[in-house]
C-alpha cells in the first residue's frame, strides 16, 4: 500500500467513504478509540485516515520545514492560517502530509475520494493554505493508516470495527475529543452498549 498509495484510491470499494470506528477491544494502541475515514479499499488493501489524533506540529511549523516561508513571514500569517489544523492521520508514513478536503478546491494532482470529498498530497495545496487560497473545509493529516489484502475485511469480521457512513461535518471538526462518542451517535450506539470482546487490528 505504501508505494502506491494515491493509485490505490483511484480504485472504488466498497468501503470508500466509509468510517471506521474502533471496538473497545482494540488492544493496538495506534488504533484505540479511533475514527478512520476509508479513502481507498480494494482487493490489494485499504488506506485511510485517522481522524482524531492531535499532532504537536502546527502549520507554520510545516511551511518552515518546507522552506515555504521564512520565520519573519511565519510570525505575519494571520490568524486563521497559523491555526489550519494538523492532526497525525496514521502510523505509515508519518513524515507524508495529505491534506483531506472539500471539492471546491481542485488541482491537477486531486484525487477524489467520495461525492464532495478530495485529497490532494502535494505543495500547491499547501502553498494555496498558506496565501488564504485553499479550500472552504481542509485538514492535515501526517501520515495514514494501511491495511493489506484481506487484513481489514478479517479485522471487522472479528469485531474489532464497526463501519458506518462518513459525515462531513465529523471529518472536518475541529473538536477532536467528542469525534468517537459522535461517530458511534451517528449509528445509535454509545459507548457502554458495546462489547469489549473484539478483535485485534
Not at 130 to 155: C, N, V
Request: hydrophobic share 40%; aromatic share 8%.
Amino acid at each position: 500500500m505504501a508505494k502506491n498509495v494515491l493509485n490505490t484510491i483511484r480504485e472504488r470499494g466498497f468501503l470508500d467513504g466509509q468510517f471506521l470506528i474502533a471496538m473497545p477491544g482494540m488492544f493496538d494502541t495506534n488504533f484505540a478509540r479511533t475514527v478512520i475515514f476509508v479513502c481507498a479499499h480494494s482487493e490489494d488493501g485499504a488506506m485511510g485516515f485517522i481522524l482524531n489524533r492531535p499532532q504537536r506540529l502546527t502549520f507554520p511549523d510545516v511551511l518552515l520545514h518546507l522552506q515555504l516561508l521564512d520565520p519573519d513571514e511565519a510570525i505575519r500569517l494571520p490568524s486563521a492560517t497559523r491555526e489550519f489544523q494538523i492532526q497525525a492521520g496514521g502510523p505509515v508514513e508519518t513524515g507524508r502530509g495529505f491534506v483531506l478536503h472539500s471539492d471546491d478546491y481542485l488541482s491537477d494532482s486531486s484525487i477524489p475520494v467520495s461525492d464532495d470529498i478530495c485529497l490532494t498530497a502535494t505543495l500547491d495545496i499547501v502553498r494555496a493554505i498558506s496565501r488564504g487560497e485553499g479550500p472552504l473545509k481542509a485538514t492535515m493529516l501526517l501520515g495514514y493508516a494501511g491495511w493489506g489484502p484481506g487484513q481489514l475485511e478479517a479485522e471487522i469480521t472479528q469485531n474489532g470495527w464497526l463501519t458506518c457512513a462518513a459525515q462531513e461535518e465529523l471529518i472536518f471538526s475541529r473538536d477532536l475529543d467528542e469525534k468517537y462518542d459522535r461517530a458511534l451517535a451517528l449509528m445509535g450506539v454509545s459507548p457502554a452498549m458495546l462489547s469489549t470482546d473484539s478483535g485485534h487490528a
